[in-house]
């Protein structure tokens, strides 16, 4: 096994979370000032899909009234000892995960990016956004084992490196053989476990690195190849996976990673050129 080659960058993250936005809640609308949302806009960061989440996961939250204000997590908000704060300066907004309140990543009246406590187990559990005093809606939601996902560059490419940390692109593609970065969240319990509410610092693979996969083109690639799958130290919720693209691989495959049991959506690629 490698360990990771690189440390991702503030800027590549920054987009990782750009997501479209899913259905809006249905009628009635809620009192005047509350935060609303409901189970069909909290969704997994990377992939946008509802209730796709497990344990670790970066998740959003999509609605009204969340907030009265927008701010964005920074270095400046992590304690000395680097642990993760569940409340932003210049907010009165908190994120409850079955109780416990959640770390976010980004608040504004409209979205909430935020972190599922890494040390839930699946199962039922309840969400609830409460901003300046008002509580939104109770869910319960599933969390599941693991809930792959791919972070995107666009709507069908998802983000990769090189190995000197630039980003894949059409004007700088991979190539067959090559060794690539990828990044993803919802990937499950690593060994070590992860902390929680603190960032990692060292690289800590997989439980289930035996039966992960990635898939090009919907063959899965040489388990040799996948040289590390677990956290991206520094990155609370963020997980990469390095890749040595086989000498087979095609102009721009469909990539997807997971296991049997779940795997990350369809129809996204990877930028290849042969």
């Known amino acids: 096994m490698r360990f990771p080659l690189t440390r991702p960058k503030l800027a590549l993250f920054a987009f990782c979370c750009n997501v479209a936005a899913p259905a809006q809640c249905p009628p009635p609308p809620p009192p005047a000032g509350f935060p609303a949302y409901c189970a069909a806009t909290v969704v997994n960061s990377a992939s946008s899909v509802p209730g ?7 998740a ?19 304690s000395a000892a680097g642990e993760l704060p569940t409340r932003l300066p210049g907010t009165d907004t ?17 979205q909430i990016n935020f972190l599922v406590p890494p040390n839930y187990l699946p199962g039922k559990m309840t969400f609830a956004v409460l901003s300046e005093g008002r509580a939104g809606p109770l869910l319960t939601l599933e969390l599941l084992d693991t809930a792959p996902a791919l972070f995107l560059l666009d709507a069908q490419t998802a983000v990769a490196t090189h190995a000197d940390g630039s980003v894949v692109t059409t004007a700088r593609p991979a190539h067959p053989g090559e060794i690539v ?16 509410g603190r960032i ?14 990635v898939l090009l083109d919907g ?28 000498a087979y691989t095609a102009t721009n495959p469909e990539i997807r990673i997971g296991s049997a049991s779940q795997i990350s959506p369809a129809e996204i ?6």
């Open 52 to 58: 796709a989440l497990a344990p670790n996961t970066i």
């Open 219 to 246: 063959q899965p690639a040489p388990q040799a190849n996948v040289l590390y799958a677990g956290v991206a130290p520094f990155f609370a919720g963020l997980y990469q996976i390095n890749l040595q693209l086989p």
């Open 94 to 110: 908190h994120i409850l995960v079955s109780a416990m309140e959640a770390t976010p990543y980004y608040i504004s009246p409209t």
């Open 269 to 274: 690629h990877l930028t290849v050129q042969r």
């Open 200 to 213: 990692p610092t060292t690289a800590a693979p997989l439980v289930t690195a035996s039966d992960f996969q």
């Open 181 to 196: 970065i990828l990044y993803a969240t919802g990937l499950g319990q690593t060994t070590p476990p992860v902390e929680p």
């Open 60 to 78: 959003t939250v999509y609605g009204q009234n969340l907030s009265t204000t927008t701010v964005t997590l920074t270095a400046a908000d992590l």
